[in-house]
């Protein structure tokens, strides 16, 4: 089986002779839906692969062996595609979607709100969104499954910015993954500031419920300070947020930024209520994007999803990993 789970499969042609005429209506009616589609501008999406495959219209589900652990929301009644949910070791969900105090924190997504003076973090009146475009690899894969998707960042009715975003699940022992992250933003016809603002995640995240500072969990980044109080604002190579379960067990997810981003380290989002960011402008000058550009701003990011505290899960030597890579 191919690596990659292609979006159209190749089948043997008989020839029109001999196909029913009722068979060649319906062939007809179906090219003239295709046609729409592609004049409109929407792309296939995956099929039923092993490891990668669409669970509803909108949704793509990822499997680690015969787990599923995450679920990719790309459907147009979404404001922005992310992941949700995002599950830990012991099958239970890391992170939570539109929590009533934030309704635009979306589990694992990505979001800026100021781009040329468009608001994308923020949903509603006066916001714009992040549309999917299309799927341009589907990795059907038992050790790194995944895909790269391409999404529009809206400006009325205009593509602003595009984003490449590569996201691959890599698993570990015990129930334990890896999901790398690469992105890519690309100005498409005009310059594009990326703005100073802390309203922003690339990616951001949003942990679940009882993993919260605020409900007994807690935030460790690699200066060794501690909860939002140390950690806010401050630039740091990751952050491990954890918690426990109702058992007393802990998981965490450790958001690490690799070395090659720039400019590096970022400062973060980092809050007790559940919110962490990686932020790249805030606390640095803004980022300018040209169309002409060869090549746009990529950041690269893991999370480790993990069992245990921060030092039990030794999310230092996992950084020192892939830092390397």
């Not at 209506?25 to 099929?47: F, Q, T």
């Not at 009644?77 to 992941?83: N, R």
């Not at 890519?184 to 802390?198: P, Q, R, Y």
């Not at 994007?289 to 999370?303: A, F, I």
Request: contains cysteine; glycine residues 10%; aromatic residues 10%.
């Amino acid at each position: 089986m191919p690596s990659t789970l292609l979006l159209f499969a190749r089948r043997k042609v008989r020839t029109i002779s001999s196909i029913p005429l009722s068979a060649l209506l319906l062939l007809g009616c179906l090219v003239l839906a295709m046609s729409a589609s592609n004049a409109a501008g929407l792309k296939p999406i995956p099929g039923q692969g092993k490891y990668v495959r669409s669970v509803s219209p909108g949704v793509l589900g990822i499997w680690l062996g015969d787990r599923e652990v995450a679920e990719y929301r790309f459907g147009e009644d979404v404001p922005k595609p992310y992941l949700y949910p995002v599950l830990g070791p012991d099958g239970e969900p890391m992170t939570q979607d539109a929590p009533a105090d934030h309704v635009h924190h979306h589990s694992l997504f990505f979001s800026h709100d100021e781009v040329n003076g468009h608001h994308f973090w923020l949903e509603g009146r006066g916001s714009s969104p992040i549309r999917h475009e299309e799927f341009l690899g589907i990795y059907d894969q038992k050790e790194r499954p995944g895909f790269i998707s391409v999404n529009a960042w809206m400006a009325g009715d205009k593509p602003l910015l595009r984003d490449t975003r590569s996201i691959r699940f890599i698993p570990l022992e015990n129930g334990e993954y890896l999901i790398d992250i690469s992105l890519e933003l690309s100005a498409v016809d005009e310059n594009v500031t990326i703005g100073s603002t802390k309203e922003a995640g690339l990616p951001g995240l949003r942990v679940a419920p009882e993993l919260r500072v605020s409900a007994g969990g807690r935030m460790v980044n690699s200066e060794g300070k501690v909860n939002e109080k140390e950690c806010w604002g401050k630039r740091a190579k990751w952050v491990d947020y954890t918690g426990p379960r109702a058992d007393g067990s802990w998981v965490g997810i450790a958001f690490m930024a690799h070395p090659s981003n720039r400019p590096y380290a970022p400062g973060w989002h980092a809050r007790d209520y559940g919110l962490l960011a990686a932020n790249y402008t805030n606390w640095d000058k803004p980022v300018t994007l040209e169309p002409r550009q060869k090549r746009g701003w990529t950041l690269r990011s893991r999370l480790y999803i993990h069992r245990g505290k921060t030092e039990e899960a030794k999310v230092a030597e996992q950084f020192e990993r892939y830092s390397k890579e």
